[in-house]
């Protein structure tokens, strides 16, 4: 029992982990085709992400329980969990660096009828001092956000419960993060991973400060997309307290089809718009995010500049826009575009409802 026991356990599971890498076993290109486990193995870091992603956890609930977070860490590595979902996995193998206040962002899609969406990020910190009160020498962090604009942050609550608690804060103190969903809403999913704080090179493959980091999701695949979509900025409720939101489906490259859709309650005879824009920083001179409270419309934010707006009007529940991205104009990829949904009541009182905003980018 004990460390003597574990430790020949756990790497009989990270040797099988390793070899199913190797040979591809996660849909993963090899890097070199045709060589052997060393030329093709994973990252330090993404090998221990696969086992703590699927890790068996010991069910429990609070702090002082007798199988609490700190007492059982991240689970038991369970080979047959990784195995059996191995068709519904997406990893990052440390693939991509990231420098202070970059930001690394992932669409996932969630199929119908997953039981679990968990992700693992982790990254590996230059050595820190032990006289400090804090060793840990750089910081990233994680954040999940589902299809109903609900936010995840790694950790948050994970030491008192086997999943996450939504919304919350980051987390700044562990080099390991974790967001476990129970039952997650089937569509896209955003994962984004921002250097916070880089205070010493982490990756000296680039002249410039930064760090690379292994994510792994299960219960997701990525779709067959370049574009990129971020979610940012926070909605304010429509007439029931509920919040608004934006979201969207399709994929944001040249020669394919969108939905952009805003989903909240609105009062009979108010207008509904989508706005497209092309600038988050100012609007006609006024810097953004512009707060609508000064009209009455307190936590409500106009995020972009409001270019070219598509009138939704006609349904209480909301409304939506699908648009063609040409295939002839190759000049749009890497361009940035702005989406944000409002509902406008014109009654004796002007108010203005807003969702939050998508930041995107098209691809190829």
């Not at 060589?35 to 994973?42: A, E, H, I, K, L």
Request: with cysteine; proline share 6%.
């Amino acid at each position: 029992g004990g460390t003597s026991g574990a430790t020949p356990i756990v790497a009989g599971h990270l040797g099988l982990t390793i070899e199913m890498f190797a040979k591809g076993g996660f849909g993963n290109d090899l890097k070199v085709p045709g060589g052997d486990v060393f030329q093709n193995r994973p990252h330090a870091m993404t090998s221990k992400a696969l086992l703590i992603n699927t890790a068996k956890q010991y069910a429990f609930s609070g702090t002082n329980a007798d199988l609490t977070r700190v007492h059982q860490g991240w689970g038991f590595p369970d080979l047959a969990k990784m195995y059996s979902k191995r068709n519904t996995m997406f990893i990052v193998d440390e693939d991509d660096a990231i420098g202070q206040g970059e930001v690394a962002s992932y669409i996932l899609q969630v199929p119908p009828g997953e039981s679990e969406l968990k992700i693992t990020m982790i990254y590996k910190d230059p050595a820190g001092n032990p006289a400090t009160q804090l060793a840990r020498v750089n910081n990233l962090d994680v954040k999940l956000v589902a299809p109903d604009t609900t936010v995840y942050y790694g950790n948050n609550g994970l030491v008192a419960n086997n999943y996450t608690t939504p919304f919350g804060s980051p987390e700044d103190l562990d080099t390991v993060e974790n967001i476990f969903v129970f039952n997650p809403i089937p569509g896209n999913w955003v994962v984004e991973v921002s250097g916070t704080n880089l205070n010493v090179d982490a990756h000296l493959a680039t002249p410039e400060t930064d760090a690379t980091f292994a994510l792994v999701a299960q219960g997701a695949t990525a779709p067959n997309c370049e574009g990129v979509v971020g979610i940012n900025g926070s909605a304010c409720p429509d007439v029931l307290g509920l919040p608004l939101k934006l979201s969207w489906e399709g994929c944001f490259s040249i020669g394919e089809t969108i939905d952009v859709v805003m989903t909240g309650l609105s009062a009979p005879g108010a207008a509904q718009f989508i706005a497209l824009g092309n600038d988050d920083q100012n609007w006609a001179g006024l810097p953004l995010p512009l707060d609508l409270a000064v009209i009455g419309s307190p936590g409500c934010f106009i995020f972009n500049d409001q270019d070219r707006l598509f009138d939704v009007s006609g349904n209480l529940t909301g409304g939506s826009i699908q648009l063609d991205i040409p295939s002839d104009q190759p000049d749009l990829i890497g361009s940035t575009f702005f989406w944000q949904g409002m509902i406008i009541n014109t009654g004796s009182v002007l108010q203005i409802f807003t969702t939050n905003q998508l930041e995107t980018t098209i691809g190829n």
